[in-house]
């Protein structure tokens, strides 16, 4: 089957395009505010090396933990059971990002085996990666994260009232998040599909939430 053309990015081009985009996230960023980076193993290696060639520090490398991955049908590796995640801030050797400790401290996750109340929050997360009926009510996306991993990370590095920016958009789980923690939200997609899948995921959203005003959606064409 062939990939999605925004998955066919292949060795020296692929690390120029993750530059190109990280350097423009570097820009906007502000040194308060935090990166969260997504990859795999085919990808974690690019995304780390680019980070250190723009002078972006990773704070945490988080294993997010998939105890009900997909099997390996092919019988020819080990079950790929993890993502990789990377918190990463713009500081320039000032590390000035929000970090909500206390109440990430606070928090119990009833699903993570690895988080207790009170105790600090690891860097391996116990997240299933099965998602809530709400969440592909529209469609999905055949990246999609549960919309619980999303809401732990802006716990831990968002402000209330702050801004999110979402520069590869998907299902708009991420947007979707960002309304419930009262961020003002922007994302990008090429894809008409998932864009028009996101815009019903976020109107859905702004509808369940009383008093939000409505959202206006435009796709250009590129």
């Not at 060639?53 to 009900?68: A, D, P, T, Y």
């Not at 999905?140 to 590095?157: C, F, G």
């Amino acid at each position: 089957m062939a990939g999605h053309t925004w998955d066919l990015l292949e060795g020296i081009e692929s690390f120029e395009f993750t530059l190109r985009w990280l350097n423009e996230l570097k820009r906007l960023v502000k040194p308060t505010g935090s990166i969260w980076l997504h990859s795999t193993y085919h990808n974690s290696g690019i995304l780390n090396v680019a980070c250190q060639i723009l002078g972006l520090e990773i704070i945490n490398e988080v294993i997010w933990f998939k105890r009900n991955a997909f099997p390996n049908l092919s019988t020819r590796r080990l079950t790929a059971s993890h993502e990789t995640i990377l918190w990463v801030h713009t500081g320039n050797g000032k590390r000035e990002y929000y970090f909500n400790y206390e109440d990430v401290k606070a928090a119990a996750f009833t699903e993570d085996s690895f988080k207790e109340r009170g105790k600090q929050l690891r860097t391996v997360w116990d997240i299933p990666n099965n998602k809530a009926k709400e969440e592909l009510k529209y469609g999905k996306h055949p990246t999609q994260k549960p919309v619980r991993l999303t809401e732990r990370m802006l716990l831990i590095s968002a402000r209330r009232g702050g801004s999110l920016l979402v520069p590869f958009l998907g299902s708009g789980t991420e947007i979707v998040a960002g309304l419930r923690y009262q961020l003002e939200c922007v994302g990008f997609e090429i894809d008409k599909d998932y864009f028009d899948l996101a815009c019903q995921r976020v109107a859905n959203e702004v509808q369940r939430q009383a008093g939000i005003l409505p959202l206006e959606f435009e796709h250009v064409e590129t």
